[in-house]
């Protein structure tokens, strides 16, 4: 493999790239799907091929195929170098690498039980008990439940003598139960929403999930849902957000402004730009001084968690907001060259067939010192929302507006009754900056996002993001019925 | 572009070796170009070559899946390999309704050599023209210039045999001003029919209207839309109940509406994959031949298209809307979707409405509540205030939150042009008009 990557990295130098790499990726995903007690999909899929990337001409160009022959590659390599000469027709600023990258090195996703071992059995046993503990709850219209794992090897060469080798496991899978009722759907979810927590892990996460000792009370709530009280509408209240809807928060909020390419207008004509302009960074007070968020790709079972990035730079731990004030972004070579810093190692492709662009690793809000209860306690009156059902924000990152699938009043400092359809909106500082407590390690989980959109063709990346349940002041909550 | 005879010839390969089972073979083929650009300049032109298959074999009523990118023996052994594998764990799938019968197919003929030809020069050249016209205006230009050539061909043992290939073209653009911006965009199976200046200027003309733009209140507004967040509604509602399976779990909005008046006349909405004005395709990912099916007609819900499971469950014929397996786990789908032109211009839209808001497309929009499609999402790239009949000044973006089935049913006018929009999952297309409302609810406002 690393002689025909080299063959290919010299071919393009001597086409007359000034950089070029080149990864070659191998991905297989076993995905299951139970629906109402039947398999609804056993599938196993294969994919294979390699992508060229090069700047020549000062201006880039990508190529790729399925085919790994010397033949296919060269054709590949000269392709790339072809696109980047018509890209010099319409080329921008001189692009600046910033200081080469020569990384080397083997990495694999820790993990106990490889999920690839485990029988098909074993695996449609769990989803079978699951979705029988739904069945067994009157009142539930339809079950869903699955399981996904992906290996992908890949190696990564560049031009400047970098040679890594990784192999990521992801692990995933989850439940989900819909309740109809007179003019009414309710639906939850378990882990997370839509049915899906996932991690950079192996089959020991999905048996810690407890996937069918929460099917009965998922199934039950659904059910509970139907006839709850509908959240109050266009009230300002205090909220406390269950930690994998603190995670969605931080993705849409956080995360995406925080992407550097957004900020200088390379997804303004897609996923958007970014309020989070370079005159803010160390400048700005983004969240009140108990949010601290980190991006780290070093932190287990998240899926932003590798050796380096597919521009070969290696994993690593920012600071993003330090005691509420702005403090980092998430960069590739090329955008921190801008900035005059160096990458912190966040490009990542979706697969062979994509460029690299900035991706979300682990973006991380720290954990505080709060007990969930006491929270509940010291906060009186208010809502409380977990397991998200809609989200939307526009396209800087500022107004958003978030749905979950079950609610509870506040209320004498304890959980009272359940509300249906909750609802909250708001703009991201000042909601950051409404934040007052977040509770302790003890309640802190790394959740998965793994479809997370962004990029033209499109990508999707897995991204992760550590969260606990937090406390936010005077927000508006309630815009359905 | 893979050839008829060499799709034959693999998805033969494939069904020999699985032997004496059923089975199907899905290929998916295509070779995909995309010139991308930022700032006046191209930072990303990529290019794309793949072959995919994907087997579903049949053993004693239990269904295996499996999919490879690869082609040699070896691949094809394993691909067989982990299908058989996958069946055999199943229990037997009681809502299986089989592989179809062979069918007889309606070609219809939308492959452009010269899409499938088109060079990243071609296209870096018309980037570069519309990069022009912008900085002529002080303005930045972003966007993305596409062309595609993709085959499918559906197999299966039972003797199915379809091959389709077909072209597609997409340019969509974002230009920017100090406090504005535009967008425009169109797509066609000729990239001959794309006007890219034509985009350009259109995109510049939204931008220079959208100058210093006034923060309103958020309240009821009438609004004229432009195609772009008329597709917009029309995809959400197909992906949140077009389909019969939603119908049949009762989380549509087609629930409790069926046969029903639940829109304004003026509004007819059909799923239609022979039409040459869309993106045409046969057949769908199971080979069942496409049919025309209407959605809704003059207002009235006429019904959800059906793929082969939700057909069964309800003992009615399939019409052939199995979508790609990426997005099977949502069951059937429309997939070349248009709503019927009206007589009216935009600007006799505008003309006609007192006080109200013009919107350019929607952005971010999700689904809040199934039952009415209640959805919230964002205005992007030109809102204008309409105050007696013209377009008065510039507003910023606004969030909504709105019954898209109840905006529809408050349609006051229809546009007479149409243009075709193709999805970003890339496996939907509509053709659409603009359409003036009587009331949107919008609940927000950014900064």
Known sequence: MKTLMQQAIDTAVQRGASYADMRVVQNRTDAISVKDGAVEALNSGESYGFGVRVLADGAWGFASSRTLSAQDVDQVVAQAVEIARASALASGEKVDLGPPVASQGVYQTPLQIDPFEVSLEDKLALLMAADAEMGGVQGVRARRSNLVFIREQKWFTNSQGAFTEQVIYESGGGIQATAVGEGEVQVRSYPNSFARQQVTGGWEAVLSWDLPGNAQRIASEAVALLTADPCPVGITTTLILGGAQVALQVHESCGHPIELDRVFGSEAAYAGTSFLTTEKLGNFQYGSPVVNLTADSLRPLGLGTFGWDDEGVPAQSTPIVQNGLFMGYLMSRESASKLGKTSNGCMRASGWNRIPIIRMTNVSLEAGEWDFDDLLADTGEGIYMETNRSWSIDDRRYNFQFGTEIAYEIKNGRLGRMLRNPTYTGITPEFWNSCDAVCSQAHWNMWGTPNCGKGQPGQVAHTGHGAAPARFRNVRVGLVR | ?447
Request: one cysteine or more.
């Open chain 2, 1 to 447: 572009m893979l050839s008829q005879e060499n799709a034959q010839a693999l998805t033969h390969q494939v069904l020999q070796r699985c032997q004496p089972q059923q089975a199907e073979v899905l290929l998916q083929a295509g070779e995909s170009a995309l010139t991308r650009f930022a700032n006046n300049a191209i930072h990303q032109n990529v290019a794309e070559n793949n072959t995919n298959l994907t087997l579903r074999l049949v053993q004693d009523g239990r269904v295996g899946i499996a999919s490879t990118n690869r082609s040699d023996d070896a691949a094809l052994d394993e691909l067989v390999r982990r299908a058989r594998q996958n069946a055999q764990a199943s229990p037997p799938d009681p809502n299986f309704p089989g592989l179809p019968e062979p069918q007889t197919y309606t070609p219809v003929g939308s492959f452009d050599p010269s899409t499938a030809a088109y060079s990243p020069h071609q296209r870096a050249e018309q980037v570069a023209l519309a990069c022009r016209l912008a900085q002529e205006k002080g303005m930045k230009a972003f966007g993305a210039y596409t062309t595609s050539s993709l085959a499918l061909a559906v197999a299966n043992s039972l003797g199915v045999f379809a091959y389709h290939a077909r072209t597609q073209a997409d340019y969509q653009t974002v230009v920017s001003a100090e406090d504005s911006s535009g967008w425009a965009q169109d797509s066609a199976w000729q990239v001959g029919d794309l006007d890219v200046e034509a985009l350009a200027r259109e995109a510049i003309e939204r931008a220079e209207r959208g100058r210093q733009p006034r923060k309103i209140e958020p309240g009821e507004y009438s609004v004229v839309l432009a195609p772009y967040a008329v597709d917009d509604m029309l995809t959400s509602m197909d992906f949140y109940g077009m389909g019969a399976q939603s119908v049949q779990e009762g989380r549509s909005w087609m629930n409790d509406r069926l046969q029903q008046q639940a829109m304004s006349v003026l509004v007819s909405i059909w799923d239609d994959a022979a039409d040459l004005k869309g993106l045409p395709q046969p057949f769908d990912f199971e080979g069942t031949p496409r049919q025309r099916v209407e959605i809704v007609q003059r207002g009235v819900v006429m019904g959800p298209v059906f793929d082969r499971y939700s057909a069964r469950k309800q003992g009615v014929n399939a019409t052939g809307h199995t979508p790609p397996p990426g997005l099977r786990g949502m069951g059937p789908l429309a997939m070349n979707l248009f709503m019927a032109a009206g007589d009216a211009s935009v600007e006799q839209m505008i003309a006609s409405t007192p006080r109200g808001l013009y919107i350019t497309r929607f952005w971010y929009t999700r689904l809040m509540h199934p039952r009415d499609c209640l959805m919230t999402g964002m205005t992007r790239d030109g809102v204008l205030m309409i105050e007696d009949g013209e377009i008065a000044y510039s507003v910023k973006n606004l969030r909504f939150t709105q019954s898209y089935v109840q905006a529809l049913a408050e349609v006051e006018q229809v546009g007479s042009q149409t243009r075709l929009l193709l999805n970003d999952f890339g496996a939907i297309s509509t053709r659409v008009p603009a359409v003036k409302i009587a009331s949107f609810h919008f609940t927000g406002s950014t900064v």
